[in-house]
């Protein structure tokens, strides 16, 4: 196979948080409000923490919290107040953040898992599209839920969160993972270490802290056995204004992506809103947008953008308006996975 035959078919797929929700993971809002409850039931203290600043961010008189009040966004800016309050007076739980800050991950991450499907669970259409991709295929993930690996498992496809390479299905989670966690291995609090680490190698000779993943994390059963505050410390960059602390960790993951556009061809948008005050999803695309319109000498490059959303054409306007795009305003759907096959197929 020519350079040429090989740059086509290999293909860039940039996920959001609706390419997970047929599968049942909860999106933002409900994920809150479940992580919450949760949150509420197995670790009230800390929790009590939270309401109390949460109440105090909304200026609300009442003594409980209501969940459905909270935008998350605010509550995690809110959160990176609390934690620089701490800083200031020599107080901080951890490099990492506050108690509250890392319990609320840990119980966001213990929600997705139990809301993801287990292997034998797997909707066909996440089958049929981890089926479809290939060695060399990149997958720019905003979601920190493992459904695609799960996906990837059940189909017997191998997956790399590693350096880009063609012998196995790359992915680069910009936001983290349920299974990732910070910091060296067997030195968590200095306890024993429970569950099997993986140190990952995109960050090498670029940072001074290392990341692991842990596989065993990705299926639900493993969170039962664990706590926040110890070995599973996951992580998952916020939203709000510490997201601008949080990517730091996962710099790297940033640096990178330009250059996955030079040995791919088509580029699928699937499920990922654009909100106007995440400036640093919108700034990726800014920034990326010459190499994702036409970088890898190959022409014919084609964007594609699903989403089902009533505001997505004018999010993406400043893609489709350059032109060589396809807006799709439907759900992720088997049909567009039959397409993603076809084109494929044609490349």
Known sequence: MSNEQLVRRNRVFILGAGFSAAAGVPLTNELLVEALKLFASECPGIYSRIERHALEALGSKSETLDTAELNFSDLCTFLEFVELREYGGGERWSSQGSREKLALRFYLAKTIAKRTPSLQQIPQLYKAFATQLHPGDIILSLNWDGL?????????KKYTYDQFNNEEVNISKLHGSINWRLGEANTWNNRPETLTWSKLDFRSGMMTESMHACDSLLNKGTWVRHGPLN???PYLVLPGYGKAFDVRANAPLWYKPEFAFAFTHDVYIIGLSLAHDDFFVRSFFLSNLPFIQDYSGVSGRKIFIINPASTAR?????VLSRGHAEFINEKFSLDQVAKMTNNLADA
Do not use: I, P
């Open 148 to 156: 695609l690996e799960a996906a990837l498992t059940a189909v017997g």
């Open 314 to 318: 004018s999010e993406y306007d400043f």
């Open 231 to 233: 070995e599973v410390n």
